[in-house]
């Protein structure tokens, strides 16, 4: 069975660092791509970042380039967003998700999706 738990969220300092993890089963990970989402309230899902399969390449929203890292962990089926340099406006419920074929911005190019975590950034 196909699942993707992510973890990590919670309350961030404006300024401060969260890193959030998105852990695997069912499937090997680095044989699909895996993207971060992110969905703050009355907004649509928007893309963060992505994680190709095999090569690893490795793909941003343009404004958040700099800030957040996507990377892998294949011994631990687990890709991992680090968001540094946090701002309010990264407050949002952050997903992972699964693509089929490539690494997409676009959130219907995904198959299978987290539960989701909550990333409130607040002093």
């Known amino acids: 069975q196909v699942q993707l738990v992510e973890s990590g969220g919670g309350l961030g300092q404006p300024g401060g660092s969260l890193r959030l993890s998105c852990t695997a089963s069912g499937f090997t990970l680095d044989s699909y791509a895996i993207g971060w989402f992110r969905q703050a309230p009355g907004k649509g899902r928007e893309g963060v970042a992505c994680?190709?399969?095999?090569?690893?390449?490795?793909y941003y929203t343009g404004s958040l380039k700099g800030r957040f890292t996507i990377s892998r962990d294949n011994a631990k089926n687990t890709v991992y967003l680090q968001m540094n340099s946090l701002k309010p406006e990264d407050t949002a419920v952050y997903y992972c998700a699964r693509s089929p074929i490539s690494c997409s911005n676009y959130f219907y190019d995904y198959e299978y999706w987290g539960q989701g975590t909550q990333v409130t950034v607040s002093s």
């Open positions: 994680i190709s399969s095999n090569d690893g390449k490795t």
